[in-house]
């Protein structure tokens, strides 16, 4: 069993916000695998399903960004996942807006909701999808993560959340090395390999 989590911040007044890339993956993910939030545990938004034989847990935490890792913990605490079975998406504004980024541990780099997670489990060896939204040219980088995608963004990012999801897909039947290998460190929607 895996647990999948998209973050962002509940609530439609954040919908379509550069800090809710995660919730749109999430969502993303879920239609291409015909799967539906119809549950309410764990401090989140739920829907299960399977992919190839194994089930997974889709999950957007309904608390807020800074709170994630309560609902983590608690789901992980409930199917008994270990560290190695969750998988974080979330944005970073470090990585050039629609640009992917795969790792299997280390620090939060910033992010208040991945750095909430890694204090509720106790361990940095979680897998996670960075997907880059840029850096503000100028003013408070908070009023910047909590604003609209821009049509040039839209246009870059569309593609980065389908290839965010193959990346998750990657992982949950190759393994992190695979996703690493396929989709770090390109450009939106060419990082899919050839048919």
């Known amino acids: 069993m895996k647990l999948i989590v998209g973050l962002g911040n509940w609530g439609s007044e954040y919908n379509n916000t550069r800090h809710n890339i995660g919730f749109i993956t999430i969502e993303y993910l879920a239609d291409k695998l015909g799967i539906d939030f119809n549950k309410t545990k764990f401090f989140a938004s739920v829907g299960e399903g399977f992919y190839q034989g194994e089930k997974i847990i889709l999950m957007r935490p309904q608390t807020f960004m800074n709170r994630s890792g309560q609902a983590v913990r608690a789901a992980a605490d409930f199917y008994k996942l270990d560290v190695e079975d969750i ?8 990585l050039p807006c629609g640009m992917i980024k795969i790792r299997q541990k280390g620090s939060a780099g910033g992010h208040n909701g991945m750095k909430d997670i890694i204090s ?3 361990s940095d060896k979680i897998s996670r999808c960075k997907i880059g939204i ?5 003013g408070d980088t908070v009023n910047y993560v ?6 040039d963004e839209r246009e870059l990012l569309q593609p980065a959340v389908a290839d965010a999801a193959d990346a998750v897909l990657c992982w949950l039947q190759e393994g992190p090395a695979a996703a690493m290998n396929r989709f770090n460190g390109k450009a939106a929607g060419k990082n899919r390999p050839e048919k």
């Open 87 to 94: 998988f974080i998406i979330f944005d970073d504004m470090d």
């Open 120 to 122: 509720n489990m106790g």
């Open 134 to 138: 840029d850096h503000p040219l100028y």
């Open 146 to 151: 909590l604003g609209t995608f821009n049509a």
